[in-house]
């Protein structure tokens, strides 16, 4: 499924957060690595930075032994892994390289040399995710990265599901992951409490409609599920809620089942075929408000995103 990862650097701990989650990863589903460090010559103003040549061959130096040494130490692991180091905007050049390769999956530390900050993700990942059309994973950098990389072990992972076949694309992934780490599997299913706007508080008629349609639908929930465990080998633990709001029951349930790693598509039953969003308002609910690290499979391939007014702006330009 991700054939080949790539992981950006920018040499700070914070980054290398993702490390022990890229060895798991990688060895589920035998991938290669892609290591990438992004040396910052345009910086704010725009324009490229005046640089001193002595100045930029040390830092090169640098760069090259920092990325040949995380490089050392994955192969070490037992992971195929590459190195390369590039210059300029490092989220355009992340992007550039996601769109342009045959990347599967992009894995981003929250937070990188810029400090944790009370943003949820910082603005390199959000600029990268927004643009990359392709499967990220976020790590969450509220741990520094420990002195030894080794891999990390996942005990529960969560799937959000709402019935919807591209919902189910990241079973597959989830499947995988459950098994090489001998992990707990949770899905869940939020039935959402139908709105009826009314300027008056709700009738006993309006109430027993409402009551209706909930139950129906919570029916309809276990149904899918007594049928998708037919269809899984390995067993699930099902979850089943009612809520007015499904992210909101998502964050709380996340938070409070202390989840390692949460999957899930991109996009999923309201999905309209508007190839301009990357995600859904459920995946971009938790990459922006979540706390738990998680995988988002890119349900829409590369050659079906649509650009933006801004894109098509910034080529006419001459910019990316």
């Known amino acids: 499924m991700f054939k080949k990862i790539l992981v950006p650097l920018d040499k700070s701990a914070l980054a290398e957060s993702v490390l022990p989650h890229v060895i798991t ?55 195929e892994t590459e190195a390369q180091l590039m210059e300029g905007n490092p989220p355009e050049n992340i992007v550039e390289l996601c769109r342009n390769s045959d990347i ?29 059309h392709t499967s990220v ?22 799937v959000p599901l709402d019935g919807s076949m591209r919902a189910e694309s990241i079973i597959p992934a989830a499947i995988s992951l459950t098994e090489s780490n001998r992990a707990e599997l949770h899905l869940v299913y939020v039935v959402e409490k139908p709105g009826m706007p009314s300027r008056m508080p709700l009738n006993q008629s309006d109430l027993e409609l409402t009551k209706q349609i909930v139950e129906r639908n919570l029916e309809e929930a276990q149904d899918y599920f007594d049928h998708l465990q037919d269809r899984i080998a390995i067993e699930i633990k099902p979850t089943i809620l009612v809520d007015e709001n499904v992210a909101d ?72």
């Open 25 to 79: 990863v990688a060895r589920t589903f035998q991938s290669s690595i892609s290591l990438l460090v992004v040396s910052d010559t345009n910086r704010s103003s725009g324009r490229p930075l005046s640089v001193d040549p002595l100045e930029w061959q040390i830092k090169r130096v640098e760069d090259d032994a920092y990325i040949q040494r995380i490089k050392t130490e994955l192969k070490n692991a037992g992971l």
């Open 104 to 132: 599967d999956l992009v894995i981003l530390s929250s937070h990188g040399k810029s400090g944790l900050t009370g943003w949820n993700v910082s603005s390199v990942v959000h600029k990268v995710i927004q643009r990359a």
């Open 137 to 158: 994973m976020i790590v969450r950098a509220y741990h520094p990265a420990p002195t030894k990389i080794e891999p990390v072990d996942y005990d529960r992972l969560l």
């Open 249 to 320: 029951a998502l964050h709380s349930l996340i938070e409070e089942q202390n989840v390692d790693l949460v999957l899930l598509s991109a996009h999923g039953y309201g999905y309209t075929g508007q190839t301009l969003r990357p995600y859904g308002r459920l995946a971009m609910s938790l990459i922006e408000h979540g706390t738990s690290s998680m995988l988002v499979l890119q349900d829409i391939s590369k050659g079906e995103f649509s650009m933006s007014k801004a894109e098509y702006v910034a080529k006419d330009q001459g910019g990316r």
